[in-house]
């Protein structure tokens, strides 16, 4: 036992082993928030822009949809994926109204664990219909 | 000091040594991240909140004469959207949105030309312009002896066509 402890075979494999198990989640780590940060702001992003079209149209419509399910497929985005409330639903001439959106976006460290984080972003607009 | 020239443990000091810089250095990047969205968004919050405002035309003054001209309370609209926005971003925030919407420079230049003060620029249009320092707080940068609150500075000009 004691020969066993003192020699230094081994020992190449035991700080590998170390490195790997340390690193390699620290990577991936940063390697998902970057993932998670670029999808937060282009979704981000598409909220801002379709809150601005939800005032033009006054509110909620299949246009909006259609509009804002562009904005997320040219972001790289999964629009069923995303659900989004315009609330409320019409709106009059200066009234507010808010475009929420929210998704979950999986993230998995090797060695640690694998969850989904929720993104969720909205812009507040108003209404340009005069009804 | 033969133990100087006896490599074993050099792991376990490697170990403790390189993993609480490592997780410093996620630490920061994480931070840096959380405080891009936060300026990402507070910028989307200063341009929509002018749009808004811009829209406000003096209906009365476009109709009789057909030139565009704000609306009396453009600055206090902006404001108000100003406020709104930052609301939902609120935990990011240092303070209060309405504090800060009310600390911020908020300028309406109803008719054109217009010169602003603060930037030096010559407006051929109705124009809002805000200006506003909104501080965020970065708790893991304060947890590494930085700053606790970053103060992002921010400008959004709008102009009807």
């Known amino acids: 036992m004691t020969r066993a402890l003192r020699g230094d075979q081994g020992l190449a494999t035991l700080e590998t082993t170390f490195a790997i198990t340390m690193l390699v989640p620290l990577l991936f780590a940063v390697l998902e928030f970057g993932s998670a940060l670029e999808r937060w702001l282009a ?19 299949p246009e909006l949809r259609a509009f804002l399910a562009e904005q997320l497929r040219v972001a790289g985005i999964d629009s069923d994926r995303v659900s989004v409330e315009v ?9 507010p109204v808010r475009v929420s959106l929210s998704s979950a976006f999986p993230v998995s460290i090797p060695f640690l664990f694998s969850t989904s984080v929720p993104l969720r972003s909205s812009a507040i607009s108003r209404g340009e219909v005069n009804r | 000091m033969r133990w100087l020239q006896d490599d074993r443990g050099t792991a376990l000091v490697l170990t403790l040594i390189l993993a609480p810089m490592l997780l410093v250095a996620l630490a920061g990047v994480l931070q840096l991240g959380a405080l891009r969205v936060a300026a990402a968004r507070v910028r989307a919050a200063a341009d929509l909140a002018a749009l808004v405002a811009v829209n406000d035309q003096d209906d009365a003054e476009l109709a009789r004469s057909g030139t565009l001209r704000l609306a009396a309370d ?9 406020a709104r926005e930052l609301e939902l971003s609120a935990p990011l925030l240092d303070g209060t949105t309405e504090d800060i919407a009310a600390a911020a420079d908020v300028v309406a230049y109803p008719s054109a030309p217009s010169y602003d003060a603060r930037t030096g620029a010559r407006y051929d249009r109705p124009t809002v312009r805000i200006a506003a320092d909104v501080p965020v707080r970065t708790p893991i940068f304060g947890a590494l002896v930085l700053r606790p609150v970053t103060v992002l500075h921010v400008i959004a000009v709008s102009s009807p066509r």
């Open chain 1, 43 to 61: 979704q981000d992003a598409a909220t801002v822009q379709a809150a601005r079209y939800a005032g033009e149209l006054g509110g909620d419509a």
């Open chain 1, 87 to 95: 609330a409320p639903s019409r709106v009059g001439w200066r009234e």
């Open chain 2, 74 to 82: 453009a600055a206090l609209v902006a404001r108000e959207y100003f």
